[in-house]
């Protein structure tokens, strides 16, 4: 088949299947952080609630549509729209399943394959920082502008650990492609125990996990780390002044960044479609994205769970946290698995 | 239309970009513009480093572009904790205006 | 295709780079320096340099602009008012810059009157691997003063801008 038809079909279902996880994502934060907090969450629209973020983009869509006064109209109308570009194009690199044939037709279950594909969403994330300070400045207003500060602070902050601790995988999987990270870690140890890169000889990555996981609640402006926009502290921070769609883009915009950060470390840590023991994913297209799908949910109800759990760090707290803490530990750990590598590998 | 264009077009970007940075350099007087004049400077560099090391087939032209990087990622660093502490002392970003080591 | 991609990202970066010089409020300048930098970005893929069309996007739009951005709101920069110094420079610079234009573009026809054109895979030489393995060989010393480049500029601004805690 043509190679524009086949990716724009690819595209097309691609965001078609996001945009609606992204809704039920929200569904699915709402009901388990009720529970969480002893009570029931939305079921009244349809049933257990399941038509509520219908509803809620009903209501969002017919929302007055208010701009502040100021001179910054085109920065207040660029922000939200970033911030939802940005973290819609990071979903292209990632890697949903190995090469299959679908109704006769052999591609990759993948949008494209860059060999730079891990450089391609550090680069993108770190592009997200851009969204939320815009959108602080253009507010024209005190509690936007100084939660806008903070917020990209935190992002540039966090940014290095993240970076540190993706490199410690690549040092082991010898490969900047996505979808050879996933093909390395395809080996199991034994016939039964799966070479995931958290398991992996010669230094099993799992303080790299860690940090991964920590740098990207930082990253996703998610509890503990969430002051930029805290509800009950900076009115809602960065957001305050934006109202009915572009509000929408901010929230999509956040989910999107979290799919996209679980994803990431579960191709790079936790072997991406590989199944836990040989021979699970028998079943041709299904079996691979399923272990994919149920991986990165694992890690989707982590960020839910702790949202529903944690207090929120100050922010001196959360800079000190960054400085003083992850990032001597993410050094170590790129050391020590280089180390190792170097003498073992 | 041809498949690609001819690799003097990139070198003439090039030095547009170049001539821009330099118009900014001079013409504007607002310290943070002026420096971000001299950062387009050092991207146009790094475009002729790239265009030629395409030309001679070799990698050494983008090993240049990335120290220029690194260093400029250095210089901007420390010229803005420079600029900083010139508002700090002088409550003004207009260059005209500390100029008070002219003369 | 290439042509084509060139000519679409050459203008935008020209036009962002006019937009640099020509716009009054530091916040618009800025990002109009992060579109000059994206879209050198694509022409470096073009030109088959993968890791530093990456890298430019991550360390120059990414991390270095922030900075500014960051630093100009802090600074709470306001839209700057024209002075009677800048008229002096712009009668005298704009001959002197059209004259550096013209002088630049004759050694390049002169240079390269029929030159190759440039295509998407023209050079594969580009990848990470490649950049790598010339930084950690044949450049391992610039590499390392880099880096000590690096730790002094830290410790630079770290210095310039240290509150004293009394």
């Known amino acids: 088949m043509n190679f524009y038809l086949l990716s724009a079909i690819k595209a097309a279902v691609v965001v078609g299947v996001l945009m609606l996880t992204l809704l039920y994502l929200q569904w699915v934060e709402r009901k388990v952080i009720a529970r969480i907090q002893v009570r029931l969450g939305p079921n009244r629209v349809g049933p257990y609630g399941l038509l509520q973020p219908l509803a809620d983009t009903l209501k969002l869509l017919l929302k007055e549509d208010l701009m502040p006064p100021g001179p910054n109209r085109f920065l207040y109308l660029l922000a939200p729209f970033l911030a939802i570009t940005l973290s819609l194009i990071s979903i292209s690199v990632i890697p949903f399943g190995p090469a299959v044939n679908v109704i006769g037709v052999p591609t990759w279950m993948q949008l494209t394959d860059l060999n730079i594909g891990v450089v391609f969403i550090l680069a993108l994330s770190s592009l997200n920082v851009y969204g939320v300070v815009l959108a602080g400045w253009a507010s024209n207003s005190k509690y936007p502008l100084l939660g806008g500060l903070r917020a990209s602070a935190q992002m540039i902050s966090y940014e290095l650990p993240l970076g540190l601790a993706v490199a410690a995988p690549l040092l082991m999987s010898n490969t900047l492609s996505l979808r050879e990270i996933v093909v390395s870690q395809s080996h199991y140890y034994g016939g039964f125990f799966p070479a995931w890169n958290v398991f992996r000889g010669p230094f099993p990555q799992v303080i790299g996990f860690l940090v991964f996981m920590i740098a990207a609640f930082a990253e996703t402006n998610r509890v503990p780390f969430d002051l930029p926009e805290a509800e009950t502290e900076l009115v809602a921070g960065f957001h305050t002044e934006y109202s009915s769609m572009k509000f929408a883009g901010f929230f999509m915009a956040e989910y999107s960044n979290m799919i996209t950060v679980c994803s990431m470390a579960t191709v790079l840590f936790l072997g991406g479609w590989l199944p836990p023991f040989p021979g699970l994913d028998v079943v041709p297209v299904v079996g691979p994205l399923f272990w994919f799908l149920a991986k990165t949910g694992v890690l989707l109800f982590v960020f839910i769970w702790v949202r529903g759990t944690m207090p929120r760090l100050r922010y001196d707290q959360l800079m000190r946290f960054a400085w003083s803490f992850m990032f001597p530990v993410a050094m170590v750990n790129l050391m020590v698995t280089g180390l190792l590598v170097a003498l073992v590998g | ?103 | 295709m290439s042509a084509l991609l060139f000519l679409i990202f050459a203008t935008i970066a020209v036009v962002c780079g006019i937009s640099l010089v020509v716009r009054r409020h530091p916040v618009e300048n800025a990002l109009a320096l992060i579109g000059t930098m994206a879209s050198l970005s694509v022409l470096y893929l073009l030109l088959g340099a993968q890791f530093i069309a990456a890298a430019q996007v991550f360390v120059y739009a990414g991390a270095i602009m922030v900075l500014f951005i960051f630093v100009i709101m802090l600074l709470n920069a306001r839209t700057e008012y024209k002075s009677h110094g800048a008229w002096m420079a712009r009668l005298m610079g704009v001959p002197l810059l059209l004259a550096l234009l013209g002088i630049l573009g004759f050694v390049i026809f002169r240079a390269f009157p029929h030159s190759e054109e440039v295509r998407l895979g023209g050079f594969t030489g580009g990848t990470v691997e490649h950049v790598g393995r010339a930084i950690f060989t044949t450049y391992l010393l610039p590499f390392e003063i880099t880096s000590i480049l690096v730790l002094i500029a830290i410790v630079g601004a770290v210095v310039l801008a240290y509150k004293e805690l009394d």
Do not use: C
């Open chain 2, 1 to 103: 239309m041809p498949e690609g264009v001819p690799l003097s077009w990139y070198l003439i970007l090039s030095a547009i970009l170049f001539a821009l940075g330099v118009a900014g350099f001079l013409f504007r007087r607002n310290l943070i513009t002026m420096f971000m004049s001299i950062e387009l400077m050092l991207n146009a560099v790094n475009l002729t480093f790239v265009t030629f090391s395409y030309h001679l087939k070799k990698v050494d032209g983008q090993v240049f572009t990335f120290f220029v990087m690194v260093v400029a990622a250095a210089e901007a660093a420390v010229g803005l904790a420079i600029i900083l502490t010139v508002f700090k002392n002088r409550a003004t970003l207009h260059v005209d205006e500390i100029a008070s080591m002219k003369n």
